[in-house]
């Protein structure tokens, strides 16, 4: 399983967390959240589509790796993390 990307936002009852991911098996989910819940998607097209509503519902990228600076923008990007970093420290 690979994360595609996490979002977060901070309730009354705690962090509520999703997290975005393809499966071994090439389908895509949506798991997370203060009462657990686990949404399958069709194509990645829909689960590109959820990111976006729930981005719309006031969740935020996060990303629990590390504290340091999020450096990719675009989590649905073809390009390497690495080469995205480097790309971000040439525009500062």
């Not at 705690?14 to 959240?33: H, P």
């Amino acid at each position: 399983m690979q994360t595609l990307a996490t979002l977060s936002k901070s309730t009354k009852q705690g962090i509520s967390t999703f997290y975005f991911v393809e499966t071994d098996d090439n389908s895509y989910a949506m798991f997370g959240g203060i009462k657990p819940r686990c949404i399958a998607f069709d194509t990645i097209e829909d689960l590109r589509n959820a990111y976006a509503s729930w981005v719309g519902y006031g969740f935020t990228p996060s990303n629990f790796k590390s504290r340091t600076k999020q450096y990719i923008n675009d989590p649905w990007s073809q390009m390497p993390p690495h080469l995205q970093m480097e790309l971000e420290e040439l525009a500062v």
